[in-house]
């Protein structure tokens, strides 16, 4: 049955586990530079349908006051990590997000339509979680306000290596609604109800996906406060979203004024799953071009979601003008001073060449885009990601642990 469930993911040209081992050792894992001293508790936050439309816009729209005046405030500190991350996905199917931040895989290697959570993580897999909770001894918790078996996470998430997950039904802080959705600030209350109850012993990793800015926007009681200048009062829905994103922002900053107040040393990682489904007409314009037959750039625009990394401790700030998501965990790691796997490593050299790898295209560092399935110039690398990324998603027992997980001694 093991077979059977599997076929459908191909295995990769030169597949072998000798291989596998092959490509691992050119990349060994790098060790941590030091300058972190104790251990950091570590926050990620990925929000429902996040992204910043007026950057995606450059020019073509602008709002009748900044939906997310405190992200800007972040990117132009100068003291966070930020910029353009890519989703795989749009207007939906969050998990395959979840999947690609926590376990570095790609989906654009697996069949079209593919849902990790419900498919493939029915046995442990290893992962950003296991990797802390394994290897560094952290606390791993995941938040969400929804149902728990929405996208099989009550069966992912202890897959993955979470101790624990706290649902909808397990708040403990009094849930605030925004359009009949848990509001991002009542998530963050959880989180910093988490992080105030926590085992003292143990350093916290928490995982915490939002839900306020789940679709649909058309609640006709919602009020309106960001409006289309161009054209205010015609895209309800836009500009419902628009709204939503401001309570989100106003969320944020609550959420990091709490943690540069803590002394123990926090890193958060912040980044939207995927786009909002808006009014198409609205997408035309923010584009420049007509939503029904858009080049594949401006394709590739309808999957971008802004990310940043913030630190109650002193981080070298830095513009990435483009990552996906499978590589975010590195950064992150990175900038909790803590060493990665081979895998990591790997996955931060593939970085440098092809900054976005995603199910729909990829992105090098020269700037061309290319869609996913068609020949590019970078074939036999992506071989090479598909070989490790199938042997750590589907290698049984003939799966490298030694390069999917780390020894410290």
């Given amino acids: 049955t093991v077979a ?12 072998s586990r000798d291989r596998v081992l092959e490509l691992a050792e050119e990349y060994p894992a790098v060790e941590a530079d030091g300058s972190v001293t104790r251990p950091v508790n570590i926050i990620a936050i990925m929000n429902e349908s996040f992204t910043d439309l007026e ?13 997310l005046p405190f992200l800007h405030s972040l990117q132009e500190s100068g003291d966070v990590v930020w910029g353009t991350a890519y989703s795989s996905v749009y207007g939906g199917n969050t998990c395959n997000s979840e ?7 790609t989906t654009a290697f697996l069949p079209v339509g593919s ?4 498919q493939y993580l029915d046995e442990k897999q290893t992962s950003l979680v296991s990797l802390l909770g394994d290897t560094y001894g952290y606390e791993c918790v995941a938040v969400h306000p929804g149902d ?4 099989q996470r009550d069966e992912a998430y202890p897959a993955l290596g979470f101790d624990e997950f706290i649902d909808v039904d397990r708040f403990d802080v009094h849930r605030r609604l925004e359009h009949g959705l848990t509001s991002d600030r009542s998530s963050y209350d959880q989180v910093i109800y988490e992080y105030e109850h926590r085992d003292k012993e143990k350093p916290l990793f928490l ?3 939002t839900i306020q800015n789940h679709g649909g926007y058309d609640d006709e009681d919602y009020p ?14 836009t500009e419902q979203y628009l709204s939503l994103t401001k309570k989100s922002d106003q969320a ?3 959420l990091i004024d709490y943690f540069s107040q803590q002394e123990e040393p926090v890193v958060i990682l912040f980044f939207g799953d995927h786009w909002p489904n808006l009014e198409p007409e609205f997408l035309s314009m923010l584009l420049g071009q007509d939503s029904e037959n858009l080049s594949f750039e401006n394709v590739m625009r309808e999957y971008q979601v802004p990310f940043f990394i913030w630190a109650n401790y002193d981080l070298e700030g830095e513009e990435i003008e483009a990552v996906s998501l499978n590589y975010l965990s590195g950064l992150l790691l990175r900038a909790a001073g803590l060493e990665g796997t081979d895998y990591t490593t790997y996955l931060e050299s593939l970085r440098q060449t092809l900054p976005v790898i995603t199910a729909v295209g990829m992105l090098d560092q020269e700037g061309n885009w290319y869609k996913n399935g068609a020949a590019t110039p970078y074939d036999d690398l992506l071989n090479e990601y598909n070989i490790l990324e199938y042997n750590n998603a589907f290698g049984g027992t003939g799966k490298r642990m030694e390069i999917f997980t780390l020894t410290v001694w």
């Fill in 55 to 67: 950057a995606v816009g450059e020019g073509n729209v602008t709002f009748s006051q900044d939906n």
């Fill in 99 to 105: 999947y690609e931040f926590l376990t570095g895989n």
């Fill in 252 to 254: 944020l900053e609550y």
């Fill in 207 to 209: 995982f915490n996906v």
């Fill in 115 to 118: 849902k990790p959570y419900q």
């Fill in 224 to 237: 309106t406060t960001v409006q289309v200048e161009q054209a205010p009062g015609e895209y309800p829905q």
């Fill in 4 to 15: 059977m469930r599997y076929s459908s993911v191909d295995k990769p040209e030169d597949y």
């Fill in 148 to 151: 728990r078996s929405a996208w």
